[in-house]
C-alpha cells in the first residue's frame, strides 16, 4: 500500500519540477493536503480552471485566490454533484411541481411565470459545501478531499419559497418539504438526490428559488434554470435545476437524508431538525463560524518585506462576524483585523490586517473569527467520520528573507 504523506511528497515534488506546485502556492491550496498535489487545474465549459476533484459526476473547487472579493464570479464559482446524469434543461419545458400529502392544492409553474406571480428579492448568501476541507482531516476520512474551495459567495435573486407554496395550501399537519432536482443517477439504482427540510425552514422569509446568481441567470454547472437558497445551511439543501417540491405531514426517509450527511449528535449544537434526528445523529444543517486567508500560502518564501497585508473572509450561519483575530506567532499575541463592507449576515465579510516583522525568519499566521453569538473558531477540527464541518484556526508559515 502506498502511504498517503510519501505519497504526497512524491507528487509535490513532481509538480515542483513542471512548474505545478507554483500554481497550487499561488491559488492558496498548497497549504491544505497539498490540495492533495495530485490534484488536476481543469475547466469545465463556461467555468475558469478550477480544481477537479472528479469529472462524472463533476465536482471542482475554487482556487482560494479567486476569494479576494466581495461576491465569487460565477466562472469561478465550484461545482458540486452527486449524480453524473445532469441534462442540459431547457427554459421552455422546465416547470416547478408541487404536491405532498399535505398540500391541499396540487400546482406547477413555469420560469416565467414565477417571475411574474411573486414578489422577487435579492439575498447575499455563501454557498459552502459541507464537506469543505475534508482532505485537511488527519487522519484522513472517506469522501471527496476537498481543500478550501468548496464555496462560495454570490448575490442571488429569485422568489421566497413560502410564497410559492402558500398557493398550494398547507395543511396543519405539515412537517417537512422535500425537495428535488433534474439530475439522476447512471443506474437505475442509484437513488435520487432528493432532500427535505423543516417546514419553519422551508417558510423562513430568507429561503429562495433563485433564477439569478451575480445579476446573470444561473450557469448550467450551478443549477440553472432555478435552485434553492437556504442562507446559513451547508449547500446540501441548497438542490440545483429544481423541478419538485414536496409537502409532507411525515419526515422524509429518503437515503440522502436517513442515512447520508448525518453528524454525530453530541458534537454539535442540536434542534434545528428535531424531525430527522435519533438518539445518536441528526443531519448536517447550519455552517460553523470560520475564515479563511485569501492572499498567502503555506510556505510561501518572501524577500525585503518591510510591511505585509494579510487579507481573508470570514462567515457563520447568519449571527454575523463580530471580529477577525490574527496572529503572526503561532496563537500567543492577537490582532484585531479591519472588517470591510458588510453585504448581509449570510454573506462572508472580506477583513485585512497589515503587520510589520521586526527581522527576517519564520511567521506562523493565523486567523479566527467569533461570531455575534460570541461563539469563536477552535484550534483543532472537531472529529467526526464524514469529515464535515471542519471550521479550526487556519495555520500557515511563510518565511522572510
Known amino acids: 500500500?502506498?502511504?498517503?504523506?510519501?505519497?504526497?511528497?512524491?507528487?509535490?515534488?513532481?509538480?515542483?519540477?513542471?512548474?505545478?506546485?507554483?500554481?497550487?502556492?499561488?491559488?492558496?491550496?498548497?497549504?491544505?493536503?497539498?490540495?492533495?498535489?495530485?490534484?488536476?487545474?481543469?475547466?469545465?465549459?463556461?467555468?475558469e480552471a478550477l480544481i477537479k476533484q472528479t469529472s462524472r459526476p463533476p465536482n471542482y473547487e475554487t482556487p482560494t485566490h479567486y476569494f479576494d472579493a466581495p461576491f465569487t464570479p460565477n466562472n469561478?464559482?465550484?461545482?458540486?454533484?452527486?449524480?453524473?446524469?445532469?441534462?442540459?434543461?431547457?427554459?421552455?419545458?422546465?416547470?416547478?411541481?408541487?404536491?405532498?400529502?399535505?398540500?391541499?392544492?396540487?400546482?406547477?409553474?413555469?420560469l416565467d411565470q414565477l417571475?411574474?406571480?411573486?414578489?422577487?428579492?435579492?439575498?447575499?448568501?455563501?454557498?459552502?459545501?459541507?464537506?469543505?476541507?475534508?482532505?485537511?482531516?488527519?487522519p484522513p476520512v472517506p469522501g471527496l478531499q476537498w481543500g478550501f474551495g468548496a464555496m462560495g459567495n454570490a448575490l442571488w435573486r429569485g422568489v421566497r419559497l413560502k410564497d410559492v407554496l402558500a398557493g398550494a395550501g398547507i395543511d396543519k399537519s405539515a412537517l417537512e418539504v422535500s425537495l428535488a432536482g433534474a439530475d439522476s443517477g447512471?443506474?437505475?439504482?442509484?437513488?435520487?438526490?432528493?432532500?427535505?427540510?423543516?417546514?419553519?425552514?422551508?417558510?423562513d422569509e430568507n429561503t429562495l428559488i433563485a433564477f439569478e446568481m451575480n445579476g446573470e441567470p444561473l450557469p448550467?454547472?450551478?443549477?440553472?434554470?432555478?435552485?434553492?437558497?437556504?442562507?446559513?445551511?451547508?449547500?446540501?439543501?441548497?438542490?440545483?435545476?429544481?423541478?419538485?417540491?414536496?409537502?409532507?405531514?411525515?419526515?422524509?426517509?429518503?437515503?440522502?437524508?436517513?442515512?447520508?450527511?448525518?453528524?454525530?449528535?453530541?458534537?454539535?449544537?442540536?434542534?434545528?431538525?428535531?424531525s430527522q434526528e435519533t438518539e445518536t445523529a441528526m443531519p448536517i444543517t447550519e455552517i460553523?463560524?470560520?475564515?479563511?486567508?485569501?492572499?498567502?500560502?503555506?510556505?510561501?518564501?518572501?524577500?525585503?518585506?518591510?510591511?505585509?497585508?494579510?487579507?481573508?473572509?470570514?462567515?457563520?450561519?447568519?449571527d454575523g462576524i463580530a471580529r477577525v483575530e490574527v496572529s503572526t506567532d503561532g496563537g500567543v499575541n492577537w490582532h484585531q483585523a479591519a472588517l470591510k463592507q458588510d453585504y448581509g449576515r449570510f454573506s462572508w465579510r472580506?477583513?485585512?490586517?497589515?503587520?510589520?516583522?521586526?527581522?527576517?525568519?519564520?511567521?506562523?499566521?493565523?486567523?479566527r473569527a467569533t461570531s455575534h453569538s460570541g461563539v469563536s473558531q477552535p484550534l483543532e477540527p472537531i472529529p467526526n467520520p464524514s469529515g464535515y464541518h471542519h471550521n479550526a484556526v487556519q495555520k500557515i508559515t511563510i518565511h522572510l528573507a
Open 350 to 367: 472580506q477583513w485585512r490586517w497589515v503587520f510589520e516583522p521586526k527581522h527576517p525568519g519564520q511567521y506562523r499566521i493565523m486567523a
Open 1 to 47: 500500500m502506498v502511504d498517503r504523506r510519501d505519497f504526497i511528497k512524491k507528487t509535490a515534488s513532481s509538480l515542483a519540477a513542471l512548474g505545478g506546485l507554483a500554481l497550487l502556492q499561488r491559488s492558496g491550496l498548497a497549504a491544505a493536503t497539498r490540495a492533495e498535489a495530485s490534484t488536476i487545474v481543469d475547466a469545465l465549459s463556461g467555468k
Open 288 to 318: 460553523l463560524v470560520n475564515s479563511l486567508i485569501t492572499n498567502l500560502a503555506d510556505g510561501q518564501a518572501m524577500t525585503n518585506a518591510k510591511s505585509i497585508e494579510i487579507k481573508g473572509v470570514a462567515w457563520d450561519c447568519g
Open 220 to 274: 448550467h454547472w450551478n443549477g440553472f434554470p432555478a435552485r434553492l437558497i437556504i442562507p446559513g445551511w451547508t449547500a446540501t439543501y441548497w438542490i440545483k435545476h429544481l423541478t419538485a417540491l414536496n409537502v409532507l405531514s411525515k419526515p422524509f426517509d429518503g437515503y440522502w437524508m436517513k442515512t447520508a450527511y448525518r453528524i454525530p449528535k453530541d458534537r454539535f449544537p442540536s434542534g434545528q431538525f428535531s
Open 76 to 110: 469561478q464559482f465550484f461545482v458540486r454533484y452527486h449524480n453524473a446524469v445532469i441534462p442540459e434543461v431547457k427554459i421552455g419545458d422546465w416547470r416547478l411541481r408541487i404536491g405532498g400529502d399535505a398540500a391541499r392544492t396540487p400546482l406547477e409553474f413555469s
Open 186 to 203: 447512471v443506474l437505475p439504482t442509484t437513488p435520487n438526490f432528493v432532500k427535505s427540510l423543516p417546514l419553519a425552514k422551508a417558510l
Open 115 to 138: 417571475r411574474k406571480d411573486f414578489e422577487q428579492v435579492e439575498i447575499a448568501a455563501l454557498c459552502l459545501c459541507s464537506g469543505n476541507r475534508r482532505g485537511l482531516f488527519e
